[in-house]
């Protein structure tokens, strides 16, 4: 599905600040596979992501979706088949549109924006109806401005909005980090019930070292722009934070540094 | 009495200004707002508006004049936009060298003179003449017109295309994110609010049966005071009234000039009066928050005064 070949990034190229952010990555994603991301600071994994997603061009190697090349398409037609959940909760929607004013421009996705209305009654029906799976009430506020809308209802929002249009692929970054954990909580329980349910190929980073461990079918850790370790499902079984830590140290050769790191 | 009459009849004459700027700050809510983008291409649109719509009614055509009056400052949008997109050029930079390089422009489309007079030539207006209306049909005319204006561009902001549009002044990293072109966007956002600027010049031009090369200097600051005094003053709950507002807030605008230059301000006061009142709406928020924090700050103070530390 998704298959990215000995890719590099470096930022501020010949200049004192150089910064190697990906060092001849390569990843493999089968169909349906979820990743979940770890990995210190700096180490890569936004910029791995805002290459998958064309925000950044690489430098070299190439990045193949469902077997199309999309090394240097444009951001906005990657998007036709990638769904996208930042890390901040400003990011992901309109503040000064409604709820549906924000869905229906989601649910456009890769299709041309004409001049017919821009929702329909059958939109807004639908709308509700998926809405109501977030279990947040906001089914009954469609005609609300997203700007009132709480953080973790946000993010619960753009995670609607990136796979109202089932995407071949989704890149979620960070996406509960400025949430209260509770909050976060319930933010992965709603991804892990997408991402199952639609059988959709994922990429999480997460800061938090036991979510990465309990979501997804695979956990991958980077360092330096490589990828240090790689875990499928069944050599996830049994792990715990703490090994995890200590395999890191080992890897890396150095502490993990992660400031915003949860081990718990 | 006969100075009342006079002020009623002032009064009703700015009315009808007023409603032909509301087009022009409408245009400038699409920029300013919509969009988020500062245009500055507006002072030059104006112009080039009133600049085709003159010499089109010289030669006896002003609603072609009028048509293509819209379709040229929908060039000038989509010039401007284009130097800000696809060559990364600061968008109000972009607006300034666009108004600069529209000035010689306009020059050419007025046949090198900084000025065409109408007098005596068929105007938009003449046809109500004919009817017979009374002394409010250019009035109503111009209601008519607003008002068909403000339902076309509601109807096109919740489109499928207005919603992007709107969208990508509010976040475009996350309209890009849903495959939106947001480069597509600002052009075709650029050019509906050049166009509608365009189309205002057009319509003083033939108003004022007068059009003069340099009649759209200030019309950025004037179009961003009518978008303001609109907010501040009127209900911006849904997008409807939003736009109402907008109107409104340039007719307003109209009305208090008139009204200062009734009560003596002199005319080349004007630009000086309207960048204040546009400095002052801009500064509200901030003036509001040091109001409050010095409030609160006296407060403050003042229950330690005891002394006791």
Redesign the interface.
Known sequence: MLKVENICKTFNKGSINEKIALDNLSLFLGDGEFVTVIGGNGAGKSTFLNCI?GVYEIDAGRILLDNTDISYS????R??YI??V?QDP????????TIE??L???Y???KP??????ISKADTALFREKLALLDLGLENRVKEKVGRLSGGQRQALTLL??TIVKPKLLLLDEHTAALDPSIAKKVFKLTEEIVKGEKLCTIMITHNMKAALEHGTRTIMMHEGKIIMDLNSKEKEGVTVEWLIEQFNRKSGTELDNDRMLLG | MTMLMSLAATLQGSMELGIIYAIMALGVFISFRTLNIPDLTVDSSFALGAAVSAVMASIGQPFIGLALAFLAGCFAGVFTALLTTKLKIQPLLSGILMMLALYSINLKVMGGKPNIPLLNKPVMFSFLQRLDLGKYAKLLFLVLILALIVVLLYFFLKTKLGFALRATGDNDKMVRALGVNTDITIIIGLAVSNGLVALAGAIIAQYQSFADVSMGIGMVVIGLASVIIGEVLFSVKTLMRRLIAVALGAILYRLIITIALWLGMPPTDLKLVSAVIVAAALSMTVIKERALSFKSRRANSRRYKGGQV
């Open positions: 997603a444009p951001e906005h037609k998007s036709k769904g996208r930042f400003l990011m992901g929607t309109a503040f000064d549109m004013e924000n229906a421009i989601a456009t996705r890769g924006k004409g001049l017919r209305p821009g909005m990136a």
